[in-house]
């Protein structure tokens, strides 16, 4: 089972053997056939607009770029000119927050369609994927129940199993692009924080927010990732382009001791562990080391000191008097925010720093490249056990748990496919990389997936898709 590669399919776009229109359009049926609701607005006459623009250039000799026809799901986090945007709450967001950020703009430039905007969770809260405002995606790997698609860019994943989006944007703050690609069984990258502006974005931490992708493939990820990040000012280290990454054999990947593996299900770690031994027989080296430090880092991302009080506040400067109208599963969780004090929100600054630096210093010295985990410790839920919000509470921090650590420590992340658990639902294998090594993470994840195979290749297709 293969697709065509999103280098493959602008390449075939500019050179005139393919038009963008015909990949538009079959978006367009894809979207109209499925069932799963990735979508809170899918602008058929608007791609195909955009489509035809890049059909003109290359009838006129002019190349419309690396992207060249790729189409493009957003999530309804982001403004796009002449679509609205609700960021998941009852209300329409005022006009201005329709302005178009660095993200949107860049793939603009480099000749991609943007089909429409996904769903998110509420003010992008939450990690389960649950939005009873504007509607919940369909996970599509369960034929049965309604599972959590994660969150909180919950359409992203979903879209792409549509086949209406080669390429989904969401955010990641804790886990937002990493969580529902683990669920869906996709690829989500999360970037050093910092290293893309977040401009055009509806801002849910200041501090810990970035903009990111969900592909099918580590190979789309990297390559989307490169020409984009050209435009952000950045150039690939001369190491990670080519053949010189293409083995996995010298790569040395540490698992922690202590966290994530002994307190995922049985059943989870036991399928993350198993794809990591592939690698392993290729040559990688597995080594268990110890990593106090990103324990740490997660328990006080989930404690709540650093992302609700800069929620509450974003909250209150750029959408005053909304506090109201948030569903409980978010407006509940806020209520705390005002209890963390000046003190304790310049200490856990501090603390991440200091924790960051000591993570840093421990990889170096053990000579490992890369940190793995599981991705998520639990199989995504059917939304029937998430009706008291209690249980969506406890389900919440599960989901958010194996990811906070890298977001809080400023990391670099990548969840690949990894298998399927025993609900037949996917199992994400994280893998955390040096802040700043975001190209070779990719290169990695590319090696990796190389052992592992893609995930049409290792997880089938989806039974709500198939």
């Known amino acids: 089972m293969t697709r065509p590669s999103i280098a493959d399919i602008a390449a075939e776009v500019r050179s005139g053997a393919v038009s963008a229109q015909s990949i538009v359009e079959d978006a367009v049926r894809r979207h109209e056939a499925g ?84 769903h998110t969770v509420e003010l992008a809260f939450g990690g389960v994927g649950l939005n009873p405002n504007t509607g919940t995606p369909v996970n599509p790997w369960d034929d049965r129940a309604h599972r959590a698609p994660g969150g909180s860019s919950s359409g992203a994943g ?74 952000a000012g950045h150039r690939p280290p001369a190491e990670t382009e080519g053949p010189r990454v293409s083995g996995i054999a010298g790569l040395r990947i540490g698992i922690p001791r202590r966290g994530l593996w002994q307190e995922s299900d049985a059943g989870i770690a036991g399928v993350a562990r198993d794809a990591l031994a592939e690698p392993e027989g290729g040559g990688a080296q597995i080594l268990e080391i110890d990593a106090p430090e990103l324990r740490e880092a997660g328990e006080r991302y989930l404690a709540g000191e650093l992302v609700q009080p800069e929620r509450a506040e974003s909250l209150e400067r750029h959408l005053p008097g909304w506090t109201s109208i948030l569903d409980p599963t978010v407006g ?63 389900v919440n921090r599960d989901m958010l748990y194996g990811t906070g650590p890298a977001s809080m420590l400023d990391m670099c ?39 592992l195979g893609t995930n049409l290749e290792r997880l089938g297709v989806p039974p709500r898709v198939a």
């Open 332 to 394: 509940k969780r806020l209520e705390s925010a005002r209890a963390v004090s000046a003190v304790d929100y310049v200490a856990i600054l501090r603390l991440r720093r200091r924790l960051s630096a000591r993570l840093h210093a421990r990889m170096e010295a053990d000579k490992v490249e890369l940190l793995a985990t599981p991705t998520l410790p639990i199989t995504p839920p059917p939304l029937s056990a998430l009706s008291e919000l209690d249980a969506y509470r406890a």
């Open 35 to 118: 069932t799963l609701g990735a979508y809170i607005v899918f602008d058929a006459d608007g791609a195909r607009r955009q489509a035809a623009e890049v059909d003109r250039a290359v009838s006129r000799g002019r190349d419309p770029g690396p992207l060249a026809g790729v189409t493009v799901s957003v999530k309804d986090l982001y403004g796009v000119e002449g679509l609205p945007i609700w960021a998941g709450t009852k209300r329409e967001l005022p006009v201005e927050w329709r302005r178009e950020g660095f993200l949107v703009r860049a793939l603009r430039r480099l000749g991609a369609v943007i089909v429409g905007k996904t």
């Open 413 to 451: 992340a990548v969840s690949l496919p990894a298998g399927l658990d025993d609900h037949g639902m996917p199992v994400g294998l994280q893998l955390i990389g040096r802040t700043g090594t975001d190209h070779r993470l990719l290169a990695r994840a590319v090696a990796a997936e190389a052992v």
């Open 158 to 231: 979903v879209s792409l199993w549509e086949g209406s989006a080669r390429i989904a944007l969401g955010s990641d703050t804790g886990g937002s692009v990493r969580i529902p690609a683990a669920a869906t069984g996709v690829v989500g990258h999360r970037q050093t924080t910092g290293r893309w502006p977040t401009t055009g974005v509806v801002p849910l931490s200041t501090t810990l927010d970035t903009v990111g992708l969900l592909t099918h493939t580590a190979e789309d990820s990297r390559y989307a990732f490169a020409v984009i990040d050209r435009l």
